[in-house]
């Protein structure tokens, strides 16, 4: 067995207090917030509450848990996070596939660049897009939060990059074997760009769970709201619903705070993504094409 240096087991040492750091950087932000969701509203609202909570309570997640309003617009993220994934993702792979061809290959291959380039530092405005979304009649519905931001310029370029870091002797290949483009792309290029894949895909769930700005804009309708916006509006309708709440929900209330009940919102909105994310891990450390081809 070889054995390792002074200077080689020092690296590991080393490495191995930086990197558990930087993760206890990333976690106990969480465990600190969670903490604060399950503590008492005293405790809270006095600060006592660090890595443990002060006197647990439930009853900031038995708030959120019994409003039939909070499991709906739970339901309307997760539409809203598989159907704009889906869209996002399509038109990013047809717009980077062509862009990432040569000039040879695809005339006005640089204007088209340059197209979409440009959206990436310039844009309409708010009040311009809202506009259009109103007169193309999907105002207050779901496709106001997925078609306005459909192509994610910046996911493109990224595509594009990936898919031009591929050896052109398997795009060659395969058209010698008589594929077509589609054929091409489904085939080739996206089974050997996986991590790129799960990298955009984690930014884009990400982005629309986490989005709660366009919900407010697009939709009139609260029942239409997705979670972040539901959980946004949540704390300032809470004192408007105070006269319709029944005697056991008005007794809950008398031990929550603003302070828990954000903490439990918080916690309750970021806990799908720290659950996705563990599934798409394992494409971030597999190279780009990796077996692919052999020199």
Do not use: C
Not at 27 to 43: E, G, R, W, Y
Not at 96 to 104: D, E, I, R
């Amino acid at each position: 067995m070889h054995k390792q240096s002074i200077s080689r087991k020092l690296f590991v040492v080393f490495n191995t207090l930086l990197l558990t750091s930087i993760t206890l950087l990333g976690i106990i932000p969480f465990i600190h917030l969670l903490s604060i969701s399950l503590s008492s509203n005293t405790a809270a609202m006095a600060g006592e509450v660090k890595l443990w909570p002060v006197g647990f309570s439930l009853d900031a997640y038995q708030y959120l848990g019994e409003k039939v309003e909070f499991f709906r617009s739970l339901w309307i993220s997760v539409q809203r996070v598989v159907l704009g994934t889906a869209v996002n993702m399509l038109l990013v792979f047809i717009t980077a596939f062509p862009l990432a061809k040569s000039n040879n290959q695809f005339k006005f291959r640089t204007p088209y660049v340059w197209f979409f380039a440009i959206t990436m530092f310039f844009g309409g405005g708010l009040i311009p897009t809202y506009i259009i979304v109103k007169n193309t009649g999907i105002i207050d519905s779901i496709w106001a939060l997925v078609l306005p931001g459909a192509l994610n310029v910046w996911n493109m370029v990224l595509m594009l990059n990936f898919f031009r870091s591929i050896p052109r002797e398997l795009d060659e290949a395969a058209t010698i074997d008589g594929a077509g483009h589609l054929r091409v792309l489904w085939q080739i290029y996206l089974p050997v760009s996986l991590p790129s894949i799960a990298t955009i895909g984690l930014f884009t769930i990400v982005g629309h769970w986490n989005s709660w700005f366009d919900g407010i804009l697009y939709l009139n309708s609260p029942e239409k709201y997705p979670l972040q916006t539901y959980l946004s509006t949540l704390i300032m309708s809470i004192n408007a619903q105070m006269s319709s709440m029944s005697i056991e929900q008005l007794k809950v209330m008398d031990n929550l705070s603003e302070k828990t009940l954000r903490n439990a919102q918080i916690f309750m909105g970021a806990l799908p993504i720290m659950l996705v994310y563990p599934f798409l891990q394992k494409y971030f450390v597999k190279g780009m094409t990796v077996g692919s081809v052999k020199e």
